[in-house]
Nanobody
Framework: QVQLEESGGGLVQAGGSLRLSCAVS????????MGWFRQAPGKERAVVAG????????NYADSVKGRFTISRDNAKNTVYLQMNSLKPEDTAVYHC??????????????WGQGTQVTVSS
C-alpha cells in the first residue's frame, strides 16, 4: 500500500501563488506516474495535472494550462504543484495519487486528506 500526504494549501487572493507538495510513502517506487486532482464543493474530483515516472512528460487540464506546473523529486518521493495566477474557480480540495496510466484519470490508491486551496476575489 502507498500513503499520500498533501500539504501547502491555504487562503490566497486572486492572482497569487501557492506550491503544493505530495509526500508518497509506503511501497514507494520512482516509476509511478503521478497526478494532482481537485474537488470543488458539489463537483466530482477531477485530474488537473499529471507527470510520468521520470518527469519528462507532463499534461494539464485546459483550465490550468499555463498557470500550473507539476514536477517531482524522486529522491524525496515528493510531487509538487506550483500554482500561479490563481483564480476563485481554483478553490477546491487538492489531492495527489498514483496514476495507473499516465495522462488519464486513473487513480490507484486510497485518497489522502488533501489540502484546501481557497482563492478569494
Amino acid at each position: 500500500q502507498v500513503q499520500l500526504e498533501e500539504s501547502g494549501g491555504g487562503l490566497v487572493q486572486a492572482g497569487g501563488s501557492l506550491r503544493l507538495s505530495c509526500a508518497v510513502s509506503g511501497r514507494t517506487r520512482s516509476t509511478y506516474n503521478m497526478g494532482w486532482f481537485r474537488q470543488a464543493p458539489g463537483k466530482e474530483r477531477a485530474v488537473v495535472a499529471g507527470i510520468n515516472w521520470n518527469g519528462v512528460s507532463t499534461n494539464y487540464a485546459d483550465s490550468v494550462k499555463g498557470r500550473f506546473t507539476i514536477s517531482r523529486d524522486n529522491a524525496k518521493n515528493t510531487v509538487y504543484l506550483q500554482m500561479n495566477s490563481l483564480k476563485p474557480e481554483d478553490t477546491a480540495v487538492y489531492h495527489c495519487n498514483v496514476l495507473r496510466y499516465y495522462g488519464t484519470n486513473s487513480p490507484v490508491y486510497d485518497w489522502g486528506q488533501g489540502t484546501q486551496v481557497t482563492v478569494s476575489s
